[in-house]
């Protein structure tokens, strides 16, 4: 059986890779390309767009997520034990989920939104860990969402309002070792992917 030679380019914002895969049939190919594309296209910052996921056992088709009504798993009050600034949690692939929370029973939901709103936390190119220091966790979402906490309730404020710096910031992304989150400061509406979707998307390579 002729083998299929096949280069696979992907162009990032600071790097060209080139990978060269052989493989015995059209099907097995199409469909390996269709998994590495979503893998590299989807999950860095600095491409154009990222891909947010969150699950829910919502049936809904949309669902629009407040910060203010952030969920009751446990991720998200293990979280926001941290810092109880408002904000809404994604993951950057669900193949990284926590699966233990998040199995069959849950449906996946999507968005997406420009990779320059969302300010890396682990690169921290305005060395604000050095600013406010590493236990500063809760003061650097504050600056970088604009919510402030006056006579006891959380008010936001608008992006003109915000140091010049991080007017465009609504998000945020961090590195659990295990799986990455990016936290959304403000309301958005996900849409729900198929089941079928689903499944091809937590699958691993």
Same mark, same amino acid.
């Given at each position: 059986?002729?083998?299929? =030679?096949?280069?696979?380019?992907?162009?990032?914002?600071?790097?060209?890779?080139?990978?060269?895969? =052989?493989?015995?049939?059209?099907?097995?190919?199409?469909?390996?390309?269709?998994?590495?594309?979503?893998?590299?296209?989807?999950?860095?910052?600095?491409?154009?767009?990222?891909?947010?996921?969150?699950?829910?056992?919502?049936?809904?088709?949309?669902?629009?997520?407040?910060?203010?009504?952030?969920?009751?798993?446990?991720?998200?009050?293990?979280?926001?034990?941290?810092?109880?600034?408002?904000?809404?949690?994604?993951?950057?692939?669900?193949?990284?989920?926590?699966?233990?929370?998040?199995?069959?029973?849950?449906?996946?939901?999507?968005?997406?939104?420009?990779?320059?709103?969302?300010?890396?936390?682990?690169?921290?190119?305005?060395?604000?860990?050095?600013?406010?220091?590493?236990?500063?966790?809760?003061?650097?979402?504050?600056?970088?969402?604009?919510?402030?906490?006056?006579?006891?309730?959380?008010?936001?404020?608008?992006?003109?309002?915000?140091?010049?710096?991080?007017?465009?910031?609504?998000?945020?992304?961090?590195?659990?070792?295990?799986?990455?989150?990016?936290?959304?400061?403000?309301? =958005? =509406?996900?849409?729900?992917?198929?089941?079928?979707?689903?499944?091809?998307?937590?699958?691993?390579?």
């Amino acid at each position: 059986m002729l083998q299929k =030679i096949v280069t696979v380019t992907f162009l990032q914002n600071w790097q060209i890779n080139s990978l060269i895969f =052989i493989f015995m049939k059209n099907r097995e190919l199409k469909e390996f390309i269709q998994q590495v594309a979503r893998t590299y296209l989807r999950e860095d910052i600095g491409t154009g767009v990222t891909t947010l996921y969150h699950y829910s056992r919502s049936a809904n088709d949309t669902l629009l997520l407040d910060p203010e009504r952030v969920g009751s798993n446990p991720h998200s009050k293990r979280e926001m034990n941290t810092s109880d600034v408002p904000r809404v949690f994604f993951y950057t692939d669900p193949k990284q989920r926590e699966q233990e929370l998040f199995g069959a029973s849950h449906n996946l939901f999507i968005a997406k939104v420009p990779s320059e709103q969302i300010y890396d936390l682990k690169q921290d190119p305005l060395k604000l860990f050095q600013e406010y220091g590493r236990h500063g966790i809760h003061e650097i979402l504050m600056f970088l969402s604009g919510w402030t906490r006056k006579t006891g309730k959380w008010l936001k404020l608008p992006s003109d309002q915000k140091h010049n710096s991080v007017q465009n910031i609504k998000g945020a992304m961090y590195d659990l070792g295990r799986f990455k989150v990016v936290i959304w400061f403000e309301p =958005i =509406i996900v849409k729900k992917i198929s089941s079928e979707e689903k499944a091809e998307l937590e699958k691993s390579l």
